[in-house]
C-alpha cells in the first residue's frame, strides 16, 4: 500500500533551519506530484509548497517565498522541504502529499490523493 513518512520535525529557535523528509513507498513516484502542506492548531490545512513529477515545475505559498525550498528526488522516491529563517507563524504539523493528476501541480488539498501522517515544526520565539 502507500505511504508516505515525514520525517526531521522538531523544535527550533527563531532564525534557525529544519529540513523535512518525506520517503514514498507502494507508488510510482516520478509519476506524482507532490506537496507539502501544514496546519496550525485551530486552523485549517494549507498549502506549503508543490513540485512537478520532474522537479521543474514549483509553487510556494506567499507565506515562506525566499525562505522554504523544495525538492525531490525520484531515485529515492523522497521528497524535501528546506526551511530557513524560521518564525513563531511557521509553527505546525508538516504533511507530504502526493497527487497522480497529469496536471500541473496543486495547491489545494482536494487535489492531492495520499498524505502523511505529519512531522510537528515548533518554532520558538
Known amino acids: 500500500q502507500v505511504q508516505l513518512v515525514e520525517s526531521g520535525g522538531g523544535l527550533v529557535q527563531a532564525g534557525g533551519s529544519l529540513r523535512l523528509s518525506c520517503a514514498a513507498s507502494g507508488l510510482a513516484f516520478s509519476s506524482y506530484a507532490m506537496g507539502w502542506f501544514r496546519q496550525a492548531p485551530g486552523k485549517e490545512r494549507e498549502f506549503v509548497a508543490g513540485?512537478?513529477?520532474?522537479?521543474?515545475?514549483?509553487y510556494y505559498a506567499d507565506s515562506v517565498k525566499g525562505r522554504f525550498t523544495i525538492s525531490r528526488d525520484n531515485a529515492k522516491t523522497t521528497v524535501y522541504l528546506q526551511m530557513n529563517s524560521l518564525k513563531p507563524e511557521d509553527t505546525a504539523v508538516y504533511y507530504c502529499?502526493?497527487?497522480?493528476?497529469?496536471?500541473?501541480?496543486?495547491?489545494?488539498?482536494?487535489?492531492?490523493?495520499?498524505w502523511g501522517q505529519g512531522t510537528q515544526v515548533t518554532v520558538s520565539s
Open positions: 513540485i512537478g513529477r520532474r522537479g521543474a515545475t514549483i
Open positions: 502529499a502526493a497527487d497522480r493528476r497529469d496536471v500541473s501541480v496543486g495547491r489545494e488539498s482536494y487535489d492531492y490523493d495520499y
